[in-house]
């Protein structure tokens, strides 16, 4: 079954960065597309950033390119979702998500905040 990991957030100042991991595991990680999502609270999930298989290829939110890296190790079956310049607009739970797979992770909060 696939099983998917968040972990990285907590609470940062406006203009700071966090690196967000996704340990992923019950498929072969290194077939599938990646990407992350968000969610705030009284808010839908939204896509922030995915990556093709082998990471040749990302695509970004519009509010968060120039900001937000997403890569991948698939030798460690990890997706990451690097963060800078962070606002307070970026406060949600993220999640990561195999693109065709499916299945949530617990997510993990990001806090951006004086």
């Known amino acids: 079954q696939v099983q998917l990991v968040e972990s990285g957030g907590g609470l940062v100042h406006p203009g700071g960065s966090l690196r967000l991991s996704c340990l992923a595991s019950g498929f072969t990680f290194s077939m599938y597309a990646m990407s992350w999502y968000r969610q705030a609270p009284g808010k839908e999930r939204e896509l922030v950033a995915a990556i093709s298989h082998i990471g040749g290829n990302t695509d970004y939110a519009s509010s968060v390119k120039g900001r937000f890296t997403i890569s991948r190790d698939n030798a460690k079956n990890t997706a990451y979702l690097q963060m800078n310049t962070l606002k307070p607009e970026d406060t949600a739970v993220y999640y990561c998500?195999?693109?065709?797979?499916?299945?949530w992770g617990q997510g993990t909060q990001v806090t951006v905040s004086s």
């Open positions: 998500r195999v693109v065709g797979l499916g299945s």
